[in-house]
């Protein structure tokens, strides 16, 4: 079983950056495909961001490619989500989840965190 817990989120001005931060527990977490995912208020919850296991490929969201990066670090357990040139409409719970095979739907993945908030001020 993994455990994820997101932080980093927090209040930025249009066009700022912020990286959040997956952290995640247990031994194996080098096993999991990871994802990234965020839902707006009154929306469902949609994909950003995906990466393998030894982060060789990575895949995002059309609304999100070449501003955010997804990365991770086995090491330390943990997988990020680098976005810049952010926008108001980028404001949302942003969601970690871990799954045992490569998919940009929820449904696949097994593993989630509580989510942290992202809001972006025009």
């Known amino acids: 079983q993994v455990q994820l817990v997101e932080s980093g989120g927090g209040l930025v001005q249009a066009g700022g950056s912020l990286r959040l931060s997956c952290a995640a527990s247990?031994?194996?977490?080098?096993?999991?495909?990871m994802g990234w995912f965020r839902q707006a208020p009154g929306k469902d919850r949609e994909f950003v961001a995906r990466i393998t296991l030894s982060s060789g490929w990575t895949y995002y969201a059309d609304s999100v490619k070449g501003r955010f990066t997804i990365s991770r670090d086995n090491a330390k357990n943990t997988v990020y989500l680098q976005m810049n040139s952010l926008k108001p409409e980028d404001t949302a719970v942003y969601y970690c989840a871990a799954s045992l095979t490569l998919a940009t739907t929820q449904n696949a993945y097994d593993y989630w965190g509580p989510g942290t908030q992202v809001t972006v001020s025009s």
């Open positions: 247990g031994r194996t977490f080098r096993r999991y495909y």
